[in-house]
């Protein structure tokens, strides 16, 4: 089983891969679409797409000769899940400090 989440924030750490997710976000594209977009080689993009898809990002369906990537919508929805439990936990934090009184600060 695929651990989305801490596997997503691992995948997206690299900035050149960043750049190839926040891509498929805008819209599905094949390896070398992505290869003419970016600064990097078919071969690298092919390698970033295996982690982002071993990371559970992305997914990619067979069109013709071609592998076509897109978001994976619960690897996405796991990820914004652990993001959106870090907010919560935050702002919980941040309403006992402001609603401590000035004794309990101390």
Do not use: N
């Amino acid at each position: 089983m695929i651990t989305y989440a801490s596997g997503g924030w691992t995948a997206l750490a690299d900035p050149t891969r960043r750049s190839v997710f926040e891509r498929i976000v805008e819209r599905p594209c094949s390896v070398g679409e992505l290869a003419r977009e970016l600064p990097v080689s078919r071969p690298a993009v092919s390698q970033h797409l295996k982690v982002l898809k071993d990371a559970g990002l992305v997914i990619d369906t067979r069109a013709g000769k071609q592998r076509i990537y897109r978001i994976d919508p619960d690897g996405l929805a796991a990820l914004r899940a652990e993001l959106d439990r870090f907010w919560t936990k935050a702002l919980a934090s941040y309403k006992v400090a402001v609603e401590q009184t000035p004794e309990e600060k101390q």
